[in-house]
């Protein structure tokens, strides 16, 4: 077996190990793969995170401790800040050593990423679009009209809404280009 598929095979693994024992703590119910993501690069001199789908992430200067003990391959989901007026609107929640830090995104998703996602169609009369892989997302009433501003080939960061809305979505659906989110869930 060449060291590619078993690199693959092993992100698989410990994406699953770690989505399980996320389950068990009772701390993220997603079982969309896209949604949590491997760190691929962490570059503390700049404040940078690198996701396994090409994404880039500054990390707040005040969090930078903390993130000097996360680890390449380590398990991350993204979930929306909740505190509102921050100029940090994310939280990267690594699974893998039970932290967490403020983050804002830099640069979407790449072209080849493990887990890039992208705007395959979107619906605004039905508030719905669907991704890449064929999975179609539901979003929530009152954000249907960020999906206006949505295009095909648009790319897609998904993260997890960790219970911080109202209306039981599970996902965040990040759009780099239009940099926004919408919250819904998948059919």
Not at 6 to 21: D, G, H, R
Not at 99 to 127: C, H, I, S, W
């Amino acid at each position: 077996m060449n060291t590619i598929w078993k690199s693959v095979i092993s992100i698989f693994v410990a994406i699953f190990s770690v989505v399980s024992i996320g389950l068990a703590q009772g701390n993220y119910t997603s079982l969309y793969e896209a949604s949590h993501h491997l760190i691929f690069v962490i570059t503390i001199s700049n404040n940078i995170i690198e996701l396994d789908d090409g994404s880039e992430w500054r990390i707040q200067s005040s969090d930078i401790e903390k993130a000097k003990e996360w680890d390449a391959d380590d398990v991350v989901v993204v979930t929306p800040s909740s505190q509102s007026g921050q100029s940090f609107d994310y939280v990267m929640d690594n699974l893998t050593v039970n932290d967490k830090a403020q983050v804002t995104l830099l640069d979407g998703p790449k072209m080849g990423g493990l887990y890039a996602r992208f705007v395959l169609e979107v619906d605004v009369d039905n508030g719905e679009f669907v991704l890449d892989d064929g999975v179609r997302c539901d979003v929530f009433a009152m954000d249907i009209d960020f999906l206006e501003s949505w295009c095909e080939g648009d790319p897609i960061i998904v993260g997890v809404s960790a219970g911080s809305f109202v209306g039981g979505e599970q996902y965040i659906f990040i759009n780099s280009n239009t940099e926004n989110y919408v919250r819904g869930d998948i059919e």
